[in-house]
């Protein structure tokens, strides 16, 4: 039996000559039979590498809550003349994190 072109394997990366394979309901699958197994198996493969390389769980997962300096208030301690500007006048512009848990997506 010939199989005429609707009835070829759909493999998109080069042509397949093979026939689709039939669905237990008689349809026609998309692939062969032996691209069926191949993209079937490379799912599996890809499953497992997912399942392996999962999310940190729960308890591990932390984010940082973050608080910054008004930058208008803070603009108007600018307005010191420079050369008598010293380090301690700049003590109150600080920028500091907290870590946080965060909840699972």
């Known amino acids: 039996m010939e199989a005429t072109s609707s009835h070829l394997c759909l493999y998109r990366n080069k042509v397949c000559l093979l ?3 039939i669905k237990k309901n008689g349809q026609l699958h998309s692939l062969c039979e032996f691209h ?4 079937n198996l490379n799912q599996r493969r890809l499953e497992k590498k997912k399942k ?6 729960e308890t591990n997962r932390s984010g940082c809550k973050e608080l910054w300096v008004d930058p208008v208030a803070s603009s108007e301690d600018d307005d010191y003349d420079d050369e008598n500007a010293d380090d301690t006048q700049n003590a109150d512009h ?12």
């Open 94 to 105: 600080v920028i500091w994190a907290e870590p946080i848990k965060l909840p699972v997506p």
């Open 19 to 21: 026939p689709r394979a």
């Open 36 to 39: 069926r197994v191949k993209a």
């Open 52 to 57: 392996s390389t999962s999310r940190l769980p």
